[in-house]
Each structure stands twice: as C-alpha cells, then as structure tokens.
C-alpha cells in the first residue's frame, strides 16, 4: 500500500551498501534515515544516539547512515528484516510499509492544526505501536516534519489546476496513479532519486512535500510556487526491530525510552519551526506562495473527502479513519473551550 506516498517525498537512495549481519549479542545498533547529513533530523537522531550511549555505560552504540545510503524506506524494511540494520527513522511512507494502517494519520484535508495532530496521535499512538509490534516492530518514539503541499513551476490554487502539471509520484504508487488519472491530474511515476534531475529535465514540473524538504533538498529552485495548503502532516517514527530490541538489557531500556522520548519531543519542536523558517528562506529565493481562497479550499476538501475510500482501500479500517476524525473533532471542540 503506497497510498498517499506522494505526499510524503523525502530523498534517499535505493540502493546502498551491504551491511554484515550483526548476532543479537552485539550492542552495536546499525540505524538508516533518509535525514541528510547535517540536517536538522539527522542531528537530533545523532544526539538521541549519544544519549544512549551515556545511559548504556558505552555499552551500546549507534551507527547511523543518512541521506540513504542504507537505501530508501522500503529497502531498510528489508534490511531489517534480515538483520543488516536493527533501526530506521521512518516518514508515514516507510511505517506503512510495515503497517499499512499508519496511513489513516495522513487522510489528505483529515487534520488542519499541530494541536489536532498532536492529540490524535497521543491517543492513537498505543494502537499503533501494539500494530508495529505485532509486525516485528518497537516504536522509539514519534516524530513529525511539517505539513505537505503542492509545489509546482506554476501556480496551484484548486484542484484543478494539478491537471496543467507533471506530477510526480512514488514508482510503485499503483493506487494513487490511478486515482491521479481519474481525476485528469497527469502522474509521473519515478524512484525519489530521480525527482532533482527529472525537474531539471522537465520530465515532471510539480511535486508534494513539506517545506523543509523543499529546501532541504533544494527541490523548490524548479518549482517555485507553493500552495498555501496543509494537506496531510508528515508522520514518522524511530522503530527498532524486536530481536535487537529483546538483545538489549531490561536494566538499561527505560533510560534508553526516556532519552528516546526526548529525542522525539525535540524533534517536533524544532522541525515545526525550522518547516516555518523554511517557508521565508525560499521566499527570499524567488518561491510564490499561494493562498487559497475559501471556495477553493472547500473543493480540495471535497476532492480529499471523496478520495478517501479508495486510499483506504482494504488495508486501513474504516472505523480507524471514523475514530481519527472523531478525535479530531474532539480537538477542534476543546479548542473553543480554552
């Protein structure tokens, strides 16, 4: 299940080195992440390592690769699976990989506020994390990157206006290029790796991201108009394999969650505001924004809406998207109240 991967673009090689398989007696805990070096993500993932570390004695150490090099998100899955990693940072795109039900966080129009995101997913969060664990999963913590939207070479205020673009979308996104087709949008399925060169070449002349990947990867120099539209958060989540995760010490794993958990926090924190930062930067580079009006809004709201049963196809449950949407009216409710 892919749905909504489109959404959810983050670099990162498909293919990478091949890593020794590690025996469950060593500590040394081998992490992915498509974060680049340097950047804000890959920092914090490199401090929450040196926590552990501390907390462990130096009993336990991290190896990180970044910017992919472990290949992209569904080729770390494989590799833990086998054993040649024991960790990765994953976007919404990776953890739906492993279950698809993650997906119903990132319904597209679903949830318009960091407090509405915020309180789905501290009520969610159990459910998921029992989901992933069952699959072979521990959830570390969770994260967030900011909020997805359109970026083209040309405006995009309605939905109609994605049929005037080349759009690009994940090579394996079977479902959404179907749904994209349907609604007249033109979808150009490529591997990540080739969205940089492919908006050079003009093969595709519009994407979806959030800010800070848009800068990050400097992806925005070829489409310098932004839709001013929240349509989906970027989810994500550290996840250790159980097998490493059962390797380690009972006596060392609440200090090792407690820095976990921090590490988590911290990244909320600053990715919400470096994603808003990352809005002016590319302002002073030349980048549109584009606010959409309300009646506009009201057809991406219909289009989301109507697009919902065929992104939920048969793996994400109905009732989980009617439970997200309940608790997000909860939010907007207390909200009001306060």
């Known amino acids: ?19 020794p398989r590690l025996s469950t007696q060593d500590q040394t ?27 462990a004695d130096g009993k336990i150490q991290f190896r990180i690769y970044p910017g992919g090099v472990a290949g992209d998100e569904p080729v770390m899955i494989q590799k833990m699976k086998v054993g040649q990693l024991h960790a990765a940072a994953l976007t919404g795109v990776g953890l739906a990989e492993i279950a ?5 966080l990132q319904m597209p129009m679903m949830l318009q506020s960091y407090e509405e995101l915020d ?13 992933l664990k069952d699959k072979g999963y521990t959830v570390l913590n969770w994260g967030d990157a900011g909020w997805v939207t359109f970026f083209a070479d040309r405006p995009v205020i309605r939905p109609d206006d994605l049929k005037k673009v080349k759009l690009f979308i994940w090579a394996t996104s079977t479902t959404e290029a179907a749904l994209w087709k349907d609604e007249g949008v033109q979808p150009v399925p490529l591997a990540a790796t080739e969205i940089h060169p492919s908006l050079k070449s003009g093969l595709i002349n519009a994407f979806s991201t959030t800010p800070l990947a848009a800068l990050s990867f400097q992806w925005f ?41 921090e590490s988590g926090e911290r990244l909320r924190r600053e990715t919400r505001k470096l994603g808003a930062d990352a809005v002016g930067v ?8 584009h606010p959409v009006p309300a009646d506009a809004l009201a057809e991406w709201e219909k289009w989301a809406r109507g697009a919902w049963p065929r992104l939920m196809g048969k793996d994400i449950p109905q009732e989980l998207v009617a439970e997200i949407e309940k608790l997000r009216d909860e939010a907007r409710a207390k909200k009001k109240q306060g």
């Open 1 to 19: 299940m892919k749905a909504l991967a489109l959404a959810l673009v983050v670099l990162g090689d498909t293919a990478g080195p091949e890593f």
């Open 29 to 55: 805990v081998k992490l992915g992440t498509l974060a680049p070096e340097g950047s804000p993500w890959h920092g914090i993932i490199r401090d929450m390592a040196e926590d552990w570390k501390k907390a």
């Open 100 to 104: 698809p039900e993650i997906m119903a």
């Open 119 to 131: 309180y789905v997913v501290e009520k969610t969060a159990p459910r998921f994390e029992k989901i």
């Open 221 to 261: 120099g070829s489409a310098k108009n932004m839709t001013d539209l929240k349509w989906a958060p970027l989810v994500g989540a550290t996840v250790i394999t159980n097998k490493k995760w059962d390797s380690i010490p009972e006596a060392q794993k609440p200090a090792l969650v407690k820095a976990a958990k």
């Open 282 to 289: 590319m302002q002073k580079h030349g980048l549109q924004v």
